[in-house]
């Protein structure tokens, strides 16, 4: 199954198609974007010539196992959204995704036990599948929460990126649960579209946008239902074979530290006990590796929070106040000097140079 391949070069994007695992940060398996010329072709436009003009081969999507880079990838919806002028591409492309399209790793959390065990492991393994964004789910009085991060630095049309991801975690659901299946609520930490008909068409629920996180929330009594495919036999078998998979993976420790750290920011438990206790480690032992790697626990939180900054000042309309606020700042002043030392800007500054920059030229 996990027979050796050859890296090759296609019209100038490093596609990589897998020995045993992913080796290199910020790649992606192209299996949940693979409708990009089927949505192309929807929209009225040519996929080879849309693909042609970013330098890509219409080859790339031949297989669900080719590797992309991951800001690559995020740049070609950025381009497909330009070119067809859909400013919902990044759902349309979400919503022909499912399980499947995450080989493996969809493979085994369709034959868990039971939906809980599923995302579990789909959460778990998820690095498997990409190396540039995570994903977790936690449970807050009752209600289940499963959310995407795009860790990877500088990486383009977050929006988009992230609406296919909540998109896609809907499919997953249906497809564990049932087809009528219906969040609590849809999160996007983006702006409200102006056209949210197609948010509601596939969603079925509540949305909010101007959220801290791309995200669904549903009762956490859906984790406790069984699975009527799931067989033991199989399970345990993928579960052995996913797990010696990830032993050759040997993904280094500064990046599954920042894996976790977004979303530990979030949602307030991001302190040096916290994450060394989510390894199951004590915290000088947490340093120790980290000062091994060449990195820092402090070094790793100030890009984290960084990131999450620009993310949510670029994406949402959220008050200075209230990013700070969410990245566990004691005062929004604290903040904004945090935040000019970064880029030397303050966070109103940084927002306002950057929408004037994205600003559509009236006179184009």
């Excluded at 100038?12 to 897998?18: E, L, N, R």
């Excluded at 939180?301 to 620009?310: C, D, G, I, N, P």
């Excluded at 000042?313 to 606020?325: G, N």
């Amino acid at each position: 199954m996990f027979a050796d391949f050859r890296r090759k070069q296609v019209s100038g994007a490093d596609i990589v198609q897998p020995q045993s695992s992913f080796d290199r940060e910020g790649l992606v398996r192209i299996g949940p974007v693979m409708a990009i010329p089927e949505v192309l072709r929807d929209l009225g436009a040519d996929p080879a010539a849309v693909l042609g003009e970013i330098g890509l081969d219409p080859g790339l999507f031949g297989s669900p196992d080719n590797l992309i880079g991951y800001a690559t990838r995020a740049r070609l919806i950025a381009h497909c959204v330009a070119r067809t002028g859909c400013q919902h591409f990044g759902l349309l492309l979400g919503q022909h995704a499912s399980l499947t399209s995450f080989g493996l790793v969809g493979l085994l959390a369709r034959s868990s036990p039971d939906v809980g065990t599923a995302l579990r492991n789909f959460v778990h393994y998820f690095h498997l599948h990409v190396s540039g964004a995570s994903a977790d789910l936690r449970v807050e009085d009752a209600v289940a929460i499963l959310s995407y991060h795009i860790n990877q630095r500088r990486t383009p049309a977050t929006d988009q990126v992230g609406d296919g991801a909540v998109a896609i975690m809907v499919n997953m659901m249906r497809e564990l649960c049932d087809p009528g299946w219906e969040p609590l609520e849809a999160r996007f930490a983006h702006q409200r579209p102006q056209d949210i008909w197609p948010f509601r068409s596939h969603f079925r629920a509540p949305l909010r946008f101007d959220a801290e996180e791309y995200a669904l929330a549903f009762s956490a009594q859906t984790l406790e239902c069984p699975l009527p495919e799931a067989g033991p036999e199989l399970y345990g078998l993928l579960r052995r074979e996913i797990d010696a998979l990830e032993t050759r993976h040997g993904e280094d420790f500064p990046a599954q530290v920042r894996s976790v750290l977004r979303t530990a920011i979030l949602t307030g438990h991001a302190s040096e006990d916290e994450i060394a206790r989510i390894f199951s480690i004590h915290g000088r032992t947490l340093s120790r590796r980290l000062r091994q790697c060449g990195s820092g626990f402090r070094q790793l939180m100030e890009e984290s929070r960084f990131e999450l900054a620009q993310q949510m000042l670029r994406d949402t309309t959220l008050a200075v106040s209230r990013i700070a606020e969410v990245l566990g700042y004691t005062s929004a002043s604290t903040f904004t000097r945090s935040f000019r030392r970064w880029s030397g800007n303050t966070p109103t500054g940084w927002r306002q140079s950057v929408r004037q920059r994205d600003a559509p030229d009236e006179d184009g």
